[in-house]
């Protein structure tokens, strides 16, 4: 299996936090550690693609409709790009072009 990409890892974690999310289920279920979940959640925030729940005792994070449309659109190219290849797979090569 290939490494995922980075735009895979955010789309991972968005697709987790749809519904909200705390920390730990984003680790897990994205699977990445503490430390990579951290700087991930910073990018993610400052894009506009995720954002803290305000008000909740424990730090929770939602996807916001941006994020959703990034998930779509990721989703899509995938769609695009596994029917083009003949590809069954989740990921595209780490290099389309040699």
């Known amino acids: 299996m290939q490494n995922r990409t980075s735009f895979m890892v955010a ?3 968005l ?7 705390a920390k730990t289920p ?3 279920q994205s699977n990445l550690n ?3 979940i951290k700087t991930w959640l910073s990018k993610l925030i400052d894009k506009g ?6 008000g909740t005792p424990n730090r929770m994070w939602i996807t916001t409709p ?4 990034f998930i779509s659109a990721m989703e899509e190219v995938l769609v695009i790009w596994n029917n083009e290849q003949g590809h069954d797979h ?3 090569p780490q290099k389309v072009f040699p």
Not at 66 to 69: C, S
């Open 34 to 36: 503490f430390s990579l």
């Open 90 to 92: 989740d990921y595209p």
């Open 66 to 69: 941006k994020g959703q449309r």
């Open 49 to 54: 693609l995720i954002e803290i729940v305000p």
């Open 26 to 28: 984003l680790v897990y």
């Open 11 to 13: 789309r991972d974690i």
């Open 15 to 21: 697709k987790v936090a749809i519904g909200g999310s």
